[in-house]
């Protein structure tokens, strides 16, 4: 819709006269009225204003260098999971014990993103799969171009798996194409089942959500079947997994599923 | 507040098409947001002017276009909006719908000042 007259329809030219606005939409049907520019720069007599259509994604470079990665982990075989939640829910745990069932079995790698420091890297170091840290110091996000970096060095030698730890955050890592296979979702039973609805942008995207810490739910006043519905609510067909890292409850269908994505 | 990056990406997008077209200063630059795009229009629109500080986009006016989530329902063939908190079809209430709308981060255009001499 045009802000300045109302008019529907996005395809349309404006061109400027003085203080008389234009517009020649698409449809054929032009008119003009008049529009102000109150905090306009005084404009030079040889000036003249037109407008320019677009169209491009405003991520587009960051859109553009995770397609680069794609097709890199398409060629050399890898399936790149992007695992997005908020900070605390559990994600490296869960890497841990993922990586050691998944050992000798599917060669695995990590890319692992945070503020600062390399804990994560090595908490999850000696489990046979190479590890890198990101720290984006002051970024909220991994993006398409920090991960295409270390693609090579990290899964270039026969890795099957890359599993891409974002930095813990619901919101901002959901907005930046890594160049991922798909997303993965996770959500603590401590976090309160209706994440998914506060939080759709994430768990839209995401094709497969992780409810963590299952183990707790006899502690909490926390109902799994309204988290389900709010998950499919935002994401009808989502594939839910409920799991504990701590007991080994549900890691082992986590792990079947991953060893079959890889073959 | 992933905002700064989008606005950096943006202005330096700007910056690219204003530099082709010739132009000496940017007046307007207008942009679609999607409902489901995790961009907060209000961060972006405060973050703007500051990125856009000392380029050929200094000054000039951020336009954001909501746009809201669209759904076209796979059963019943039904094409409308719907809360972004809620993916179905609002008439049949079937869930086998496919996203039509709300992922926007576009730009659209961009109004520029020409210098013709």
């Given amino acids: 819709m045009c802000k300045d007259c109302g008019c529907g329809g996005d395809a349309h030219v404006h061109s400027h006269d003085g203080q008389v606005h234009s517009h020649e939409h698409f449809e054929g049907n032009a008119h003009s009225h008049s529009h102000e520019h109150p905090d306009e720069l005084p404009v030079s007599a040889t000036a003249e204003t037109r407008t320019v259509e677009i169209r491009q994604k405003i991520l587009s470079r960051n859109d553009e260098q995770a397609e680069r990665n794609r097709a890199w982990l398409k060629a050399h075989g890898v399936v790149a999971v992007n695992l997005i939640s ?33 804990n994560d890297a090595r908490r999850l170091q000696g489990r046979g799969a190479p590890v890198r840290q990101i720290e984006t110091v002051n970024s909220c996000h991994l993006d398409a171009e920090q991960v295409g970096r270390l693609l090579p060095e990290v899964a270039g030698n026969g890795v099957k798996l890359l599993f891409i730890e974002n930095v813990g955050n619901l919101v901002c890592p959901a907005a930046f194409d890594l160049g991922e296979t798909f ?34 739910v006899p502690h909490l006043d926390w109902n799994a079947a309204a988290c389900r519905a709010y998950l499919r609510q935002v994401r009808p067909g989502v594939f839910i997994f409920e799991l504990s890292a701590k007991t080994g409850l549900g890691m082992e269908a986590w792990l079947d599923y991953l060893v079959k994505l890889t073959e | 507040m992933h905002e700064l990056s989008i606005a950096q990406a943006l202005v330096e997008q ?38 856009a500080e000392e380029t050929v986009a200094a000054g000039a006016e951020l336009f954001i276009e909501q746009v809201a989530t669209r759904v076209r329902c796979l059963a019943c063939g039904l094409e409308a909006q719907t809360d972004a908190a809620f993916v179905g079809c609002t008439a049949c209430g079937s869930r086998d719908v496919e996203l039509s709308a709300g992922r926007e981060l576009n730009i659209k255009s961009i109004e520029l000042e020409v210098d013709e001499r």
């Fill in chain 1, 86 to 118: 908020s900070p605390g829910t559990g994600k490296t745990y869960l890497l841990e014990r993922t990586l050691e069932g998944l050992r000798d079995k599917v060669p695995c790698a990590v890319i692992t993103g945070d503020q600062r420091t390399d």
């Fill in chain 1, 183 to 216: 997303k993965i979702a996770l959500l603590s039973t401590t976090e309160g089942e209706d994440k998914p609805v506060k939080y759709p942008t994430l768990f839209s995207n995401a094709p497969v959500a992780v409810l963590t810490k299952m183990d707790l």
């Fill in chain 2, 14 to 51: 700007v910056e690219g098409a204003a530099a082709k077209e010739h132009a000496i200063r940017v007046v307007r630059v207008v942009i679609a947001v999607g409902t489901l795009s995790g961009v907060d229009p209000e961060a972006l629109r405060s973050l703007f002017p500051l990125v």
